[in-house]
């Protein structure tokens, strides 16, 4: 049922987004509440409406619907922001649409292939992510060519039963890539897909029913044509890499190229030395944008710890990010780092009191409450990856904030200088900050070892 609203009125239009508010940075590029009625309306033209961008889309319902029932959902030109409410939590963030709505769409709308890369893959019978592989089966099944890239080390994460489900795709084709013979360690850690080469999307939300429905997530869907081509560069490099491997070949490394300190918006990535050219090292790039905060950084992450992982075991010390922050809150920064309670073992809970310690520097743990139907193994957490940086600057990626994720495993990241990105990345920080799930470290404290898979 439409709810009527105020006249919303279209200042400016471009091939990009529609702009609601001048000011909010909201932007047209769907109208959900009344998707009924624009679907009905388009249904004559639909093969033709769904091959349109974003933007035409959203100007199309627009003008179907009318001003007076149109409801914006959170953009800005190239970017729209997703988030993944755990159900039952009571947190509201009404102008982000839901992953499984997104990916049902980005795969229903493929013509020519979708390209997916991933850490490990789990469905649930009659979960949200049952529709996402019903859209993707359905992809195959009209000749879609799919290509699909998981971690080695995620297949003893997955589930059999959804493996065997993506193999009998038609069209799709399955690969396991050993990420650690590249680089000695460090794994697939990113969960990004592209489609026809056109759209991306990437963010913390895993192949993973859990992710869709009972955790805390944030990610990306992105039509800017150098993020997005970028992001298809990534997944053919390490597509290749796979290949090279099987074949017992040396994997070609990227032909490095000298950019310019980047600005704007843009996609960076690590392991470095497998960034296709024009791909900024997100090792280097989080301390640079650290660097240049004046006021305040939120931070909202899994876990975080200046340690790495080495061999039997062992933790080695990795100072790159810890060193970052603490010179920030030197220079006066407030730094408002907030960190699941799956961040509560030995040793990483110690590096988080010694952080609190330094003056203007908070920490505070999320514990998010048990889903109404009992506990679920692996979720009831936050899981986003993002920042936000004096209002300026926003950072939505794949990393958790350890060695191990911007030195040897494949991550990817997205930096946004937009005050419009980087305020409602600030919003939900703050809803979490300032609700009754977010607690402040306690350095007395001696806290439980954190236990996710068991009740």
Request: hydrophobic share 40%.
């Amino acid at each position: 049922m439409c709810m009527t609203r105020p006249s919303i009125r279209l200042f400016r239009l471009n091939r990009n987004t529609a702009r609601l508010d001048p000011n909010s940075g909201a932007c047209l590029w769907h109208a959900p509440s009344c998707l009924c009625l624009a679907m009905r309306l388009a249904m004559p033209f639909y093969p033709s409406y769904r091959r349109l961008s974003l933007s035409y889309r959203a100007v199309i319902a627009a003008l179907l619907l009318g001003s007076s029932c149109a409801q914006a959902d959170f953009a800005i030109p190239g970017f729209e922001l997703v988030h993944t409410v755990p159900v039952g939590s009571g947190l509201q963030t009404p102008d982000l649409r839901a992953p499984g709505e997104v990916w049902r769409e980005l795969f229903d709308g493929a013509r020519e292939r979708i390209d997916i890369e991933q850490f490990y893959v789990a469905d649930h019978a009659g979960s949200v992510m049952d529709k996402v592989l019903e859209s993707l089966t359905a992809a195959g099944q009209r000749g879609v060519k799919i290509r699909f890239l998981l971690e080695e080390k995620g297949l003893k994460l997955s589930d059999p039963q959804t493996l065997e489900r993506l193999r009998a795709i038609p069209n799709l084709t399955l690969r396991v890539l050993p990420y650690a013979k590249l680089t000695g360690s460090g794994i697939i850690h990113a969960k990004f897909l592209v489609v026809d080469g056109r759209q991306a999307f990437i963010g913390s939300q895993n192949f993973d029913w859990r992710s869709l429905e009972h955790i805390h997530e944030t990610g990306l869907r992105i039509d800017e044509p150098t993020v997005v081509s970028q992001t298809q560069a990534i997944f053919d490099q390490d597509w290749l890499a796979q290949a090279a491997i099987t074949e017992g070949k040396p994997v070609p490394l990227p032909r490095p190229i000298n950019s310019a300190l980047p600005d704007g918006n843009y996609l960076i990535a690590s392991p470095q030395r497998y960034n296709p050219p024009g791909v900024v090292d997100s090792q280097a790039e989080l301390p640079r944008l650290l660097a240049q905060a004046k006021s305040e950084v939120r931070v909202q992450l899994l876990d975080y710890a200046p340690l790495s992982y080495g061999s039997d075991k062992t933790r080695p010390y990795y100072a790159v990010i810890d060193n970052a922050l603490r010179s920030a809150a030197a220079r006066g920064v407030s730094i408002k780092l907030m960190v699941s309670d799956w961040n509560t073992g030995m040793p990483e809970v110690a590096y988080l009191k010694s952080l609190a310690l330094v003056p203007n520097v908070q920490v505070r743990i999320v514990t998010l409450p048990m889903a109404e139907q009992g506990f679920i193994p692996y979720a009831r957490v936050i899981h986003s990856k993002t920042m936000d940086i004096d209002d300026q600057v926003a950072w939505v990626g794949t990393s958790n904030w350890l060695g191990g994720y911007l030195d040897n495993s494949r991550n990817l990241e997205v930096v946004m200088h937009d005050s419009s990105m980087a305020r409602r990345i600030g919003q939900l920080h703050e809803q979490l900050w300032d609700g009754p799930y977010a607690k402040p470290i306690d350095i007395n404290r001696d806290y439980p070892e954190p236990h996710p898979g068991q009740p």
